[in-house]
Nanobody, 125 residues
Framework: EVQLVESGGGLVQAGGSLRLSCAAS????????IGWFRQAPGKEREGVSC????????VYIDSVKGRFTISRDNAKNTVYLQMNSLKPGDTAIYYC??????????????????WGKGTPVTVSS
């Protein structure tokens, strides 16, 4: 059974930092691109960042560029999202998801094969 388990969410003041983790099991981690997505109250789920397995290349949405960093540790089957300079607009449930592709090009909300249950991030002003 494939499982993706997110952790690291919480309440932080604007300008603060959090590091999210996504621990994967039940799959051949190296075969999957892994993405972080978020869903704010009343809004649609959106992709935040994704990392390839083939060359660890990454992609980010414009609103988090320069503030968020995605990384993966294939030895630990874990992907991280370091979030710095957090803003109230970053408040959302954050999900990790996996797609059986080696490149982030295929990462999108409707394409992922597996999803975690999410971890909440609240940024106070």
């Amino acid at each position: 059974e494939v499982q993706l388990v997110e952790s690291g969410g919480g309440l932080v003041q604007a300008g603060g930092s959090l590091r999210l983790s996504c621990a994967a099991s039940g799959l051949t981690f190296d075969d999957y691109a892994i993405g972080w997505f978020r869903q704010a109250p009343g809004k649609e789920r959106e992709g935040v960042s994704c990392t390839s397995s083939s060359d660890a290349s990454t992609v980010y949405i414009d609103s988090v560029k320069g503030r968020f960093t995605i990384s993966r540790d294939n030895a630990k089957n874990t992907v991280y999202l370091q979030m710095n300079s957090l803003k109230p607009g970053d408040t959302a449930i954050y999900y990790c998801a996996a797609i059986l592709r080696r490149t982030w090009v295929f990462c999108s909300t409707g394409a992922m094969d597996y999803w975690g249950k999410g971890t909440p991030v609240t940024v106070s002003s």
